[in-house]
C-alpha cells in the first residue's frame, strides 16, 4: 500500500483541503480553453482545457502562519498578486479536466501546509565509537611508523 496523503475532497461548494482548510468555489477562478493534443476535429471545437486559479494571498480562508508557509513553498509557483495556477488537459472532457485540476490544487496546498517533523538527535552506537576509534589508532601507528623508520 502506498504511504501518500489522502486526496482533497471536492464538491460543488469548494475543495477541502485538510479538516481546517476549506476552499470555496467563491475563490476559484475556473477557465477552460482549447486543448492540444489527440482528438482530431473534435479538438478545435471544444474547449476542454481546464486552468484553475485561486489567490494565495486574497484568501479569506486561510490564517497569516498558513498564508506564510504557502507563500514560502510554493512562491515559485505564484504569479505577482499571489495566483496559484493548476493547468488540466489529460483527458477529452472538460469536466473530469476541471475535477483533476481541481483536486491538484487541492493535493499541492496540502503539501505545502504540512509542517515537517523535527529530527531528533542521535547518540552514535557503541560499535560505530569503537570502528572510528580502532581506525583512527591504525592511522596513528602508521604515521609513526614511518616517522621511526626515517631516522637512519
Same mark, same amino acid.
Given at each position: 500500500m502506498e504511504n501518500r496523503p489522502p486526496s482533497p475532497e471536492i464538491d460543488a461548494r469548494g475543495i477541502r483541503?485538510?479538516?481546517g482548510v476549506f476552499i470555496p468555489a467563491?475563490?476559484?477562478?475556473?477557465?477552460?480553453s482549447r486543448s492540444g493534443g489527440p482528438g482530431g476535429q473534435h479538438v478545435n471545437t471544444s474547449s476542454t482545457r481546464v486552468e484553475v486559479v485561486w489567490n494565495v494571498r486574497q484568501s479569506a480562508v486561510l490564517n497569516e502562519a498558513q498564508r506564510a508557509r504557502i507563500v514560502e513553498q510554493l512562491g515559485s509557483r505564484l504569479d505577482g498578486?499571489?495566483?496559484? /495556477?493548476?493547468?488540466?488537459?489529460?483527458?477529452?472532457?472538460?469536466?473530469q479536466n476541471r475535477e483533476i485540476a481541481e483536486e491538484r490544487l487541492?493535493?499541492?496546498? /496540502?503539501?505545502a501546509l504540512v509542517?515537517?517533523?523535527?529530527?531528533?538527535?542521535?547518540?552514535?552506537?557503541?560499535?560505530?565509537?569503537?570502528r572510528?576509534?580502532?581506525?583512527?589508532k591504525k592511522q596513528s601507528g602508521k604515521k609513526s611508523e614511518r616517522r621511526q623508520s626515517s631516522d637512519d
Open positions: 483541503v485538510n479538516p467563491s475563490e476559484l477562478e475556473v477557465r477552460a498578486v499571489g495566483n496559484i /495556477r493548476i493547468v488540466s488537459s489529460e483527458t477529452r472532457s472538460q469536466r487541492g493535493a499541492t496546498i /496540502r503539501g509542517i515537517p517533523k523535527k529530527r531528533k538527535k542521535t547518540k552514535p552506537t557503541r560499535g560505530s565509537v569503537e572510528r576509534l580502532s581506525e583512527k
